[in-house]
Every structure is written in C-alpha cells, then in structure tokens.
C-alpha cells in the first residue's frame, strides 16, 4: 500500500514539475490554445469540395431559343454565375487564362437547326482543368441539367428514370462534416507529438536529464510522469476541437462522447509513445523538432483527411494501416458521424494499442541506452 | 576598404552557418529527404480522382430489363459494380466501407418503367463527402444515359425529338488528373517548409544559446549575420526546387507550357519571402519551440489548407478568402500552377511577382528592424 501510495507521489511530483515547464511561459499558453480554436474554424470553412459558385461565359453561335431556356436553367440553380457573354472564339482563352470563368458553353451555329430537325446538337463545354476536381464536379453538373433540359424537349412530364439519391451519416454531403470530425484527431496529434518529442530533448540539451536519472525514479516512471502531461494537453485539445464541431458549425453527433473519448485517450497515449520515442533518440531541441516533423507530414498526408485513403495505390492503401492518425480519424468519424459503438471499433483500436505498446517501453528503455 | 571587409565578414559567416547546417542530419533530411519523400507521396499516393468506385447493386426485379441497368453502370469507367442478392447484405457491405454506394432496382421496375414512371434508388456512403458527391454524379450519369439509350430503343418510331449532346473538353490537363495541380503546388510547400521552417529554429536557437550576443561583440554587423542565415538556407531551397522541377517533368509528365526562367525566378523571390517569413518569426520568439510552433502555424499549414493547393477557394465563405489573400503562398501557388499548365500569362505573372517582391522586401526589412546588436 505505502508502495503504491509512494509511486503516485512521485509520479505526482514529476507531471507537476512536467506541466508547469510546459505552462509557465504565457507564450506557450497562448500557442496551445489558440491556433488550434483559429485552425478548426478556418480549415472548417476552407476545407470544402462542395462547388457553390461556378462562373461561367456563353459563346452563343446559334442565338436562338433553345440555347436561351437551357442557359436559363443553368442560371436558375443558383450555383451557376453568368460572367461574359462572348462573341468569338478567341475571347474563350481569354477568360480562362484569366480564370474569370471556370468553364465556356459554346453553342455553335447550327445548334437550333438541329435540335429542330430532331438531331443531337452538340453542345461544347470548355472547362479549366487546372484543378481537376473542381472541374469534374462542375461538368457533372451540367450534364444533369442538360439530361434534365432532354427529358422536357422529349415531351416527358418527368424524365423516364428518376435516380432518387439518399446519402447516408452525411446528407447534404457537406465535406466540412467529415473534415472537422477529422482535424478532432489531427490538429491535437500536431502539438502532442511535438510537446513530448521535445519534453525529453530540452532536458538532454539542457543537461538536466542525468540529473533526472540518478532520482530514484526508475525509467519506467519517468517515461510514465513525461507521458501524462502531453495527454493531458492533447485530450484538452480534442476537446477545444469538439466544442467548435458541435457548436459553432452545429455538426450533430452520432456516437456517444465517452466512446469518442475511450478512442481519443488511446490515440493520444499512441502519439505520445512515438513523440517519446523521437525524443529519446534525439540529442538536441531542434533535432527533435526536425525528426517529429519529418514523420508528422507523411503521417497527416496519408491520413485521409484531405483525400481518401481509398485513392491512394493498393501498397499505400496497406501502408497507412501503421498509420496511427489514420485509424483515429476513422474511429472519430465513426463515432461522431456513423454513431459506432466501442465493439466496432476494434480494427481502429488495436493498431492503436499496439502502436503504444510499442512506443511507451522503447522510450523508457532509449532513456538509458541511447546510442551515443 | 568597408567593401573589402564586408564581403570577408560575410564570407566567413556563410561558412559558420554552413557547417553548422551541414553539421547535422537533420537538417539535411529536412532539406532534401522530406522534399524527395513529398513528391513520392503526391505523386503516385494522393489522388482526388475517382475510378473504379464499387457499387453494390439489388435487383428485387428479376426481367432482363432491370439485370440490364448493371450493364448500364458497368459502362463506366468510373464505377465498378457488383450484384448482391440482398438488400441486407448490400447494407452490411455499406456500414463496413466496402462500398461508396447502393443502387436498389425496386421489384416493380421494369412495369414502371413502360409506364414511364420508374425509379431507382441510390444509398450513397456519406461519410467522405467529396468523394460521395462525385459517386453520385457518376452513378446518376451513368443510370440517365442508361434510361436514353433505353427510350432511343423502345420509341425509335414515333417522331424523335433532338437532344442536347454535351461534349467535354478539359483544358490545361488533358489527363483530367489531380498529380497535374497537386505536384506544382508542392513546390509552394517544399519552399514555404524549407525558408520558413528551417530558418525560423536558426534564429531562435542562437538567441536561446546565448550564441548572438557572442556575435554581438564582433566586427560583425546584424545585416550580416541575416545575409549569411540567408545564403545556406536559400541554396538548399534550390536543391528542393530543382528536385521537384525535374520528377514534375521526368516522372510525372507535368507539361511546362509557361517559360522556366519566370518560374526559377519567381521562385527565387517566393523563397525569399519565405525566408524572410522564418527569420522574423525567429527574431521575434527567440525560443525554439515557439518558433517551430509559430512556423507550422503560420505559414506551413496555411500553405496546405488555404492558399489553394488541395481547396477550390473559389468555394469558401468571404472571410476565409480574404485571410488566404493575406498569404504570400497564395500568390505563389496562382502564379505556379498558371505557370505550368497555361503558359505565360504576363498580366498575372507581373502582379503576384511584384506582390510577392513586396512581401520580400517588407519581411526581410522586418527581420532586420528586429535583430539589433542589443541586449534585453
């Protein structure tokens, strides 16, 4: 019992002394909190694919009345902006190398003759490929209109087929609503990993670590008193993300919050064992630093937080399987969007389990044996 | 005389940051391993293109009409589906992410649709959005040209009305692939985490060893010591740049219709800006980890997030437009992929250079007001 009571003590006095040398300086306050409530509301509005405005110029040969009713479709889905009406053909260069107009309807001359004699008239549309995403989602949304246009000149009430799509866990399929979700895990791991990567390094560069060592603290329990302070932190993070999800974009949530805290805690304690780790290794502050960034970009890019894991060639696609962001920000997203309980989790968690596992004791054990 | 002594001063200088950068491997991973790394990953890992989607298909209706809008999705290129004999079954494949969408033939689809009244029903895997929504396109183009060609075979008699034909052309990547904009913006990035990041610990590491006020009691003047930080980090920026200028043309057949010396140039200017950018927050912390904090928060992620690189900002609210405007790295990012995939478009290329020498000149002025030979 006095051993144990013992060991908390110390444990105690060690993610005291830990917390405040992060908390001391108000700068580093500041820098813990701020930027990550700044990041969740910038990126939360930044980070959409959803096309709401498309410009677009007209280079209309034919003139005519079917030209003028399927450019007012277009026009009346609010999402559609006429900017230039063109009168040649040069002027189509000029507006896209201008990037004044994301895309150019060319109707040519005869496209009124043959819509009239029952012919395809073919209707030409110009698009900036120079971000391909932005305009393949534009030309699938002139092609809707345009078979909607072809239903009506058929004579159809309504179009022969109705597609009658339902999105689930996400129904207006905003990509904010996945991406917050995600930056739960992502931005938190930012600061983590650094926090504790450099937690260790400080004391090396600073020449306190020896000191360290020779208390009767075995390395187990230093690795355990370095390890609280950054969880706490990264949790506390999670948590300032989670708030600006709910309220400030009014994401509703699925799942329940202590399932989404079981995997977050996992997750944490995850990146913290990989942040020790560095830390053992490096000798300097700024190693530490360069080392953790190093391993954090590939990590946040083959996350799937801006594009999915499932594009990503096969190989890859295994690879992010050791990818530790990855599965916490699938866990997040299955419980906040998807409502997932803790026992369909375990293909995130366990990776996650492992990764600490591993992490936590090759820490304590570098503590000691560092390779010079 | 003054010259004389100058161009000594500096040139030992540049020598002492040399060494010290070369000195360790992190730096150098930094410098040249993360950029090599980077391309690798963008190039041939991140992809926003959809192909081969699988789609789970239900046919309740067993005619050969509705076994055909399989064939129909089939066609193509973007989708590949499969039948499952059970709605069931087909959810259970949604719950787990196996599939982005289902597509339920109802049982009586093919008598509906001689009435010219049929419906499909479409489930779509909500929980990557972007993706969903380009599933939903296709799935829906596919099944509506389904429905054409069917109406073109049952009513080819009574009189045809004509149709709109939509013909594509998509300019500047006839590959229609996103490596064609992702790999020029990650020279934005490579730069931006080279000049900001790396220099931003140089500073701040002398201030905190206590090594500055060292130099203060040299000949040495603080113009200087910013120039000679300057010089190692800006060849090793090159280094990153010509990497990534040659696997764009060499692995991934980037074509470069604008002029290479506008680009190298303007380059150039990007990565003074970006050095500028590192060596004021350095100045201005004069403490590692907030620095490598400010960096990253500053200037790093933006350049991923709001500068245009992976988000159309033609999409975002107002606000986050005008905070994106605010960046450098937004300028340099038109200016590059215009750069590449249109050609030279002299309008843009004098704006956001002369934008971008603006920054230069006020950031490297700001780090120079900041280091005075002073002690607090």
């Known amino acids: 019992m006095t051993v144990l009571v013992d060991l908390l003590r110390r444990l105690g006095a060690l993610c005291r002394k830990e917390l405040l040398a992060i908390l001391k300086d108000p ?10 409530i700044v990041q969740s509301l910038l990126f939360g509005y930044a980070a959409t694919y959803d096309l709401t405005d498309v410009p677009y110029a007209v280079l209309d040969q034919s003139r005519g009345g079917a030209s003028t009713g399927l450019l007012a479709r277009l026009d009346g889905t609010g999402v559609f902006r006429r900017v230039a009406n063109l009168h040649a053909q040069p002027q189509i260069a000029a507006v896209i190398d201008a990037r004044e107009a994301l895309l150019v309807l060319q109707f040519g001359a005869d496209f009124e003759r043959r819509l009239a004699l029952g012919e395809a008239a073919p209707l030409q549309v110009i698009l900036d490929g120079r971000n391909s995403t932005t305009a393949g989602q534009a030309a699938a949304h002139v092609g809707a209109i345009v078979a909607d246009y072809n239903a009506a000149l058929a004579g159809h009430a309504r179009p022969p087929l109705i ?10 399929l905003e990509t904010r609503w996945n991406i917050l979700p995600g930056l739960i895990a992502a931005l938190s791991m930012l600061q983590t990993l650094m926090l504790s990567a450099l937690s260790v390094a400080r004391e090396r560069e600073q020449g306190t670590f020896d000191q360290l060592l020779v208390t009767p603290l075995t390395p187990l329990e230093i690795m355990v008193g370095k390890a609280i302070p950054p969880i706490l932190i990264g949790l506390v993070q999670s948590s300032l993300i989670l708030l600006v999800a709910l309220y400030w974009f009014g994401i509703p949530m699925a799942g329940s919050v202590l399932t989404l805290y079981a995997g977050l805690l996992m997750f944490t304690v995850a990146s913290v064992g990989i942040g020790l780790s560095i830390s053992a290794l490096s000798a300097t502050m700024q190693q530490a630093m360069l080392y953790t960034f ?9 996350s799937g937080l801006a594009t999915p894991v499932r594009n990503m060639p096969d190989a890859l696609q295994v690879a992010t399987l050791a990818n530790p962001l990855r599965h916490a920000i699938d866990l997040v997203q299955r419980v906040y969007l998807e409502g997932a309980a803790l026992s369909a989790l375990w293909h995130d968690l366990l990776p996650l389990a492992i990764t600490a596992a591993i992490t936590l004791p090759l820490a304590a054990w570098l503590f000691r044996h560092r390779l010079a | ?35 090599i790394v980077l391309i690798l990953i963008f190039g041939y890992g991140l992809s926003l293109d959809v192909r081969n989607a699988p789609v789970v298909v239900v046919l309740d209706d067993t005619s050969p009409t509705a076994h055909d809008v399989l064939a129909g999705l089939a066609l193509s290129p973007y989708l590949s589906p499969q039948v499952v004999p059970t709605l069931r079954e087909a959810r259970r494949r949604m719950a787990d992410r196996e599939v982005d969408a289902l597509v339920h033939v109802p049982a009586d689809f093919s008598r509906r649709l001689a009435a010219g009244e ?14 969903a929504t380009i ?10 040209q389904w429905a054409r060609r069917q109406a073109d075979r049952a009513g080819a008699a009574d009189g045809a009305s004509g149709t709109v034909e939509v013909v594509e052309r998509i300019w500047f990547n006839a590959a229609n692939t996103s490596t064609w904009y992702l790999v020029p913006g990650l020279i934005v990035l490579i730069m ?14 002398e201030w905190e060893r206590g ?41 991934f057949d980037v074509p470069l219709h604008g002029s290479l010396l506008v680009l190298l140039l303007a380059s150039m200017l990007y990565l003074l800006v970006a050095l500028g950018i590192g060596l004021v927050i350095s100045s201005v912390t004069r403490n590692q980890f907030l620095a490598s904090q400010v960096a990253l928060i500053a200037s790093f992620l933006p350049a991923l997030m709001l500068s245009g690189f992976l988000f159309d900002l033609r999409n975002v609210p107002f606000l986050v437009r005008a905070v994106g405007a605010v960046l450098p790295a937004t300028y340099f990012m038109e200016l590059i992929k215009s750069l590449f995939l249109t050609g030279n478009h002299w309008p843009l290329i004098a704006r956001n250079c002369a934008i971008l020498a603006g920054y230069a000149v006020v950031l490297l002025g700001l780090a120079r007001a900041v280091t005075r030979k002073r002690l607090d």
């Not at chain 2, 200088?13 to 060494?19: A, P, Q």
């Not at chain 2, 049929?118 to 993706?131: E, I, N, T």
């Open chain 2, 192 to 205: 931006t985490l080279v000049g900001a990041f790396l220099t931003a610990l140089v500073m701040a590491r």
């Open chain 2, 1 to 35: 005389m003054s010259a004389a002594g100058f161009a000594r001063r500096l040139a030992s200088l540049v020598r002492k940051e040399t060494r010290q950068l070369l000195r360790d491997r992190a730096n150098l991973m930094i410098g040249i391993g993360l950029p």
């Open chain 1, 163 to 172: 597609v009658e799509a339902r999105a689930w866990y996400n129904p207006n």
């Open chain 1, 27 to 36: 700068a580093n306050r500041v820098i813990l909190i701020v930027p990550v």
């Open chain 1, 294 to 302: 190093v391993l954090m970009m590939p990590l946040m890019l083959l």
């Open chain 2, 211 to 251: 090594t500055l006020e060292a130099l203060f009691v040299t000949p040495v003047r603080p113009t200087e010591i910013l120039l000679a930080k300057i010089v190692p980090y800006f060849v090793v920026g090159l280094i990153g740049l010509t990497l990534c200028l040659v696997a764009a043309r060499v692995l």
């Open chain 2, 118 to 131: 049929a419906q499909v029903q479409v489930l779509l895997q909500g929980a990557d959005a972007s993706r």
């Open chain 2, 135 to 144: 599933v939903r396109g296709y799935v829906a183009g596919a099944l509506g």
